[in-house]
């Protein structure tokens, strides 16, 4: 069987499991999983209630959603929140540890609760970042949803979940476009061809945390399609040498990366990496097509996101909006001075490289938003895939021809180019983390797989011929870490169970009790367990027979 001639239909099942593991994750998730999901919910409510008028410099949060937080078990990183505790927010042991009828008294209000109800109290705005974030995504949510109109909070959580699972799932579809567009390895007589489809979407949606951004309500899950259609486009304008078609590709590639950035302001990282790829393509090939097609890029995309720039700079004095640094300077507290910051993190203490590390390996879960984290062996695959293509690179540079390489790879060129961008940017972040706080910062590593496809990519082209080995081992890693810690991390920690020092839980004798028990209580469920257990064993049978059928086709070509 060739894959590629059934791209359709595997494309189709691929984006069916991925609606299914996200719904997964809908039906998990409390709805103050995350520490900001109070400010994405309270953006959707602003714009509902003042018929879409968006005002940042207005957007702190209400009393109504402040009221909200005692019906839902509340995210340990709420705690640097006094709002959040001085109106009845516990963390999921102390939710749990009340009585059943305390509990189920809470269900039924949490259930009842009206989400257009209007608020004319409003908390202090440093309490709420939210309201610097890009409008685009939190428009189409609430018209979308403005369609159903639920009347109830819940309905109304539940409706954006689902429909922002459906905008993320797109990038499935385009990722699968991708990975058809990219060529496998030359046909020799030891290997036949390799075809990057179908295994890259697979790798792809192996990934726990993509299903998080759907399940928190996050402007990521418009972000993560939009970032991966420009992405495409870019293959395809480095890939052309058709003028007029070039030409197309890179107008078509500037709009999406302006309309990238008012959904989600990393899109920025494409910036300057279209520069420094146009110059040095042009430079070394003596051709000024490809510093024309990336400027052309750059200035649709530049002449587009400029209105939002604006706003940025009057409501915060940063291009992207950030707040984090004038909120430090505010509070006197950490160092206000990010050249001094960063050479301490660097110099002196060597923090910063820890963040870094950290950053780069532990991408596969949830990031700082949550308390969940990951198994030790899939941490380590990462970390042994990175130092894979870092040696691969350098050996390559030092083999080859490297002008003629890099020409010979210009995408490859961009992504390593795109990719250190975009970290040194999350670098920047943590300074100003801890410019406020006075700690190094755990920033959010998953920020960089709105750029994954690039990502899978420099994977792929690096590390042939024995890819596939290495793809298989990944996928079979990620899938069993994701089924382990649905059954021994999620379910059991939201029915306030607790999570060992290692990730790694070990069942009380009061195990099989808590589980189901505390899920029926649980106010933001609207299945049973057994259900919701159903839908997790009918998605990992058919992801692993599925995922063992086609690395078993893939395994048979390299033969």
């Known amino acids: 069987?060739?894959?590629?001639?059934?791209?359709?239909?595997?494309?189709?099942?691929?984006?069916?499991?991925?609606?299914?593991?996200?719904?997964?994750?809908?039906?998990?998730?409390?709805?103050?999983?995350?520490?900001?999901?109070?400010?994405?919910?309270?953006?959707?409510?602003?714009?509902?209630?003042?018929?879409?008028?968006?005002?940042?410099?207005?957007?702190?949060?209400?009393?109504?959603?402040?009221?909200?937080?005692?019906?839902?078990?509340?995210?340990?990183?709420?705690?640097?929140?006094?709002?959040?505790?001085?109106?009845?927010?516990?963390?999921?042991?102390?939710?749990?540890?009340?009585?059943?009828?305390?509990?189920?008294?809470?269900?039924?209000?949490?259930?009842?609760?009206?989400?257009?109800?209007?608020?004319?109290?409003?908390?202090?705005?440093?309490?709420?970042?939210?309201?610097?974030?890009?409008?685009?995504?939190?428009?189409?949510?609430?018209?979308?949803?403005?369609?159903?109109?639920?009347?109830?909070?819940?309905?109304a959580i539940h409706w954006y979940r689902l429909v922002s699972l459906i905008m993320l799932a797109l990038s499935v579809i385009i990722v699968a476009i991708f990975s058809l567009q990219i060529d496998g390895f030359e046909t020799t007589k030891s290997h036949r061809l390799i075809n990057a489809f179908p295994l890259l979407p697979?790798?792809?949606?192996?990934?726990?945390?993509?299903?998080?951004?759907?399940?928190?309500?996050?402007?990521?899950?418009?972000?993560?399609?939009?970032?991966?259609?420009?992405?495409?486009?870019?293959?395809?304008?480095?890939?052309?040498?058709?003028?007029?078609?070039?030409?197309?590709?890179?107008?078509?590639?500037?709009?999406?990366?302006?309309?990238?950035f008012w959904t989600k302001t990393y899109a920025l990282a494409y910036l300057p990496t279209l520069l420094v790829s146009g110059v040095l393509f042009s430079y070394f090939s003596k051709k000024l097509m490809y510093l024309r097609n990336l400027a052309i890029v750059f200035g649709v995309?530049?002449?587009?996101?400029?209105?939002?720039?604006?706003?940025?700079?009057?409501?915060?004095?940063?291009?992207?909006?950030?707040?984090?640094?004038?909120?430090?300077?505010?509070?006197?507290?950490?160092?206000?001075?990010?050249?001094?910051?960063?050479?301490?993190?660097?110099?002196?203490?060597?923090?910063g490289y820890k963040q870094f590390f950290r950053m780069l390996v532990t991408r596969a879960w949830t990031g700082n938003w949550s308390n969940i984290g990951n198994y030790l062996p899939v941490y380590l695959a990462h970390a042994a895939l990175y130092a894979c293509i870092t040696i691969l690179l350098v050996k390559r540079l030092i083999k080859q021809d490297r002008i003629t390489w890099l020409l010979e790879n210009k995408f490859l060129v961009f992504s390593v180019i795109l990719h250190v961008l975009l970290f040194a940017a999350l670098v920047r972040l943590g300074i100003y983390l801890y410019m406020r706080s006075g700690e190094p910062g755990n920033v959010a590593g998953y920020y960089a797989y709105v750029f994954y496809p690039t990502e899978l990519y420099i994977f792929w082209k690096l590390l042939a011929p024995k890819r596939h080995i290495l793809v298989a081992s990944l996928i079979v890693v990620l899938l069993a870490s994701d089924f382990i810690g649905i059954i021994a991390q999620l379910l059991f920690y939201y029915s306030a169970g607790s999570l060992?020092?290692?990730?790694?839980?070990?069942?009380?004798?009061?195990?099989?009790?808590?589980?189901?028990?505390?899920?029926?209580?649980?106010?933001?469920?609207?299945?049973?367990?057994?259900?919701?257990?159903?839908l997790i064993i009918v998605y990992f049978f058919v992801a692993s027979s599925f995922a063992i059928y086609i690395l078993r086709v893939h395994t048979k070509k390299a033969g």
């Not at 928190?216 to 399609?225: C, G, K, T």
């Not at 004095?317 to 990010?338: F, H, K, L, M, W």
């Not at 029926?520 to 159903?534: H, K, R, Y």
């Open 202 to 260: 697979l790798l792809y949606c192996a990934q726990s945390m993509i299903y998080v951004v759907a399940a928190r309500i996050s402007n990521d899950a418009l972000a993560y399609p939009l970032n991966a259609a420009a992405i495409l486009l870019l293959y395809l304008i480095l890939k052309s040498d058709n003028n007029r078609t070039s030409l197309l590709l890179s107008v078509s590639c500037g709009l999406t990366i302006g309309i990238a």
């Open 1 to 155: 069987m060739h894959t590629t001639k059934h791209w359709k239909p595997i494309t189709l099942l691929i984006f069916g499991l991925f609606l299914l593991r996200g719904a997964i994750n809908i039906l998990m998730l409390p709805p103050l999983e995350g520490s900001d999901s109070v400010g994405h919910l309270e953006y959707l409510r602003h714009l509902k209630v003042h018929n879409g008028a968006w005002t940042p410099h207005h957007m702190g949060l209400s009393n109504h959603a402040a009221k909200l937080m005692k019906y839902f078990p509340s995210n340990a990183n709420l705690q640097g929140f006094s709002i959040a505790y001085e109106h009845g927010a516990k963390e999921y042991q102390d939710f749990f540890a009340r009585p059943d009828s305390t509990l189920q008294k809470l269900k039924n209000e949490a259930q009842e609760i009206p989400f257009n109800q209007a608020s004319t109290i409003w908390l202090p705005n440093e309490e709420n970042w939210q309201r610097k974030h890009p409008p685009l995504y939190y428009f189409a949510l609430n018209a979308l949803v403005n369609a159903v109109n639920p009347p109830t909070y819940l309905g």
């Open 500 to 534: 060992g020092i290692a990730k790694m839980v070990v069942p009380h004798p009061g195990f099989l009790h808590l589980l189901p028990h505390n899920w029926s209580l649980a106010p933001w469920t609207t299945v049973s367990f057994p259900i919701i257990s159903f």
């Open 301 to 351: 995309a530049l002449l587009v996101a400029y209105p939002l720039i604006m706003i940025n700079l009057g409501f915060s004095g940063s291009i992207d909006g950030a707040t984090i640094r004038q909120r430090a300077i505010e509070y006197g507290s950490g160092d206000v001075n990010p050249l001094k910051t960063c050479i301490y993190l660097f110099f002196q203490s060597f923090d």
